[in-house]
């Protein structure tokens, strides 16, 4: 009998805002795996190539326990990619030695779930010099808000970076950058606010004109790039990408074009909301996001014979309308949407409504919590879950 996994990932940011990397939850199909067993398979190279295709050249942090530790399976990994993020139950007296020859070997290591409260620093105070990276848990009710910033002078003394998680609001944010915090996680940036300011809508007239244009206006189309310099070289830049790895570079916005067909540049058009002014879709998380989530509908859709590419543009029109914030404002300016769709963005309403609900607790890492959603669905949970795993972007 195969084995599956499952995964669903969780950006984690710098204080610029930038993709730094993710942390990769697993887990294993109902009655095959434990998630200890999941995180095993990809360790020793199960689902490796999927693994390492939605990192995007960013760093992986992996929950690692004590069996996994002592097991010597962590040694399959590339030391570049992935970072090994120790849970807190693991007992560190007992690993310390095979963490000191995984940081040796080159590893990056980092202490999840740290409480910001003396007694923990006393706990971890003669093993701290194993840790790169130390991940305080922003949320946690034993922390100690008057020992919080002598324990964070104290360890970025010796050099060990910071990373705050379960960040779920700005003043928490802020509370965590002013103190010096190196990285941060959570709710709160898949949230409007975080984004609003940062995001730059390049053409938007042109974008927008383009996207009501009919499938057989070409030519039309082709013109209206030509027009927007902006928009012509992202274009250009998307087609000639690792992400489509053509042999010979595509030089005309005309090939351009031809090459994506009318239907695929409409879909990618969108993206050109989520791109930063200068910047490129490796640094802004909301694009692995929109295009994961659309292809996720997308293919859940076709599997219960719903429109496709109805659910395509639910997928990536709610992201874009999670990072603006006024849903309706948003849906405004997008000419004959489809009522079915504007009812599943801002209501959860019609069949894409439940599919874009299900998106939403998979990219949260909430797989136990589809069960109830997916029952008058004629799909298996584990099978929703299997398909999100291969839609990450």
Known sequence: MSKEVVFARQPILDREERLFGYELLFRGEKQQLTDRGATSLVLTGFLFSNFMAVLHRKLGFINIDETLLVSGTIESLPKEYFVIEVLEKVEISRVAHILEKHKKAGFQIALDDFVANWNAFDKYKKFFSLFDIVKFDALHEDLDEDALEKIVISLKKNGIKLLAEKIETKEQYDRFKELGFDYFQGYYFMKPQIARQKIVMPSKN??????????DEFEEIVEALKKSPELSFNILKLINSSYFNLQKEVASISQAVAYLGIKNLKKWLLLMFF?????DFDTNPWVAVAVSRATFLNNIASRLELDSDKAYLVGMLSVLTEVLGEKEEILAEFPSLDEEIHKAIVAH???????????QKLERGEFEKINNLVEDLEVKPEEIAKSYSSSLF
């Open 275 to 279: 791109a930063h002014e200068g910047g």
């Open 206 to 215: 042109e974008i927008l004109k383009i996207w009501s244009m009919s499938e």
């Open 349 to 359: 309403e019609t069949p894409y409504g439940l599919l874009l609900r299900i998106a």
